[in-house]
T-cell receptor
């Protein structure tokens, strides 16, 4: 079945450091891919998405590129801020069922 | 006002009690979902509904039931709560494409 694997956290960085959170997926067909972010005490919110191979999603300085050849959708940001501290979830949409399948989440902690 | 609201936000209950978690949305979406979040396990789908007359089990529906009272309301019930149902519960909605889901703020449930 379809699944998403993302790196375990926590990821601990100093402010202005470069961020990469790895995400790989297993899916039949051509899913859409997403990154959701969960700030402390809140629900998840969509950060960015990509709907086909080679698409790049971007928002708030974060980027991720849909790589079909490596089945990956890694999240990157060039310079993180303390306010980016949150849990990040990679997800894919199962086109057969229209459901989202989430990874286990990666906690990011950014220190000043 | 928030587009997706959940009540209560926090609840402590005893083993064997019946409890209902409520979700309301003002986004006009047909699709609604209930998820459970546990540390290290990400989000797991409990039930989902694609319209008022459509209810579907997710991957962990045992011990739970739902009611779709209207397009805007989707309730989750635990008929006889047990301690391993202690978790954070999220309601979400999406439009017909189902690609982007909008989450409520969550209900933290503790079963003692």
């Amino acid at each position: 079945g379809n699944s998403v694997t993302q790196m375990e956290g926590p990821v601990t960085l100093s402010e202005e450091a470069f961020l990469t959170i790895n995400c790989t997926y297993t899916a039949t067909g051509y899913p859409s891919l997403f990154w959701y972010v969960q700030y402390p005490g809140e629900g998840l919110q969509l950060l960015l998405k990509a709907t086909k191979a080679d698409d790049k999603g971007s928002n708030k300085g974060f980027e991720a590129t849909y790589r079909k050849e490596t089945t990956s959708f890694h999240l990157e940001k060039g310079s993180v801020q303390v306010s980016d501290s949150a849990v990040y979830f990679c997800a894919l949409s199962d086109r057969g069922t229209d459901k989202l399948i989430f990874g286990t989440g990666t906690r990011l902690q950014v220190f000043p | 006002d928030a587009d997706v609201t959940q009540t209560p936000r926090n609840r402590i209950t005893k083993t064997g009690k019946r409890i209902m978690l409520e979700c309301s949305q003002t986004k006009g979406h047909d699709r609604m979902y209930w998820y459970r979040q546990d540390p290290g396990l990400g989000l797991r789908l409990i039930y989902y509904s694609f319209d008022v007359k459509d209810i579907n089990k997710g991957e962990i529906s045992d011990g739970y039931s739902v009611s779709r009272q209207a397009q805007a309301k989707f309730s989750l019930s635990l008929e006889s709560a047990i301690p391993n149902q202690t978790a954070l519960y999220f309601c979400a909605t999406s439009d017909l494409l189902g690609y982007e889901q909008y989450f409520g703020p969550g209900t933290r449930l503790t079963v003692t």
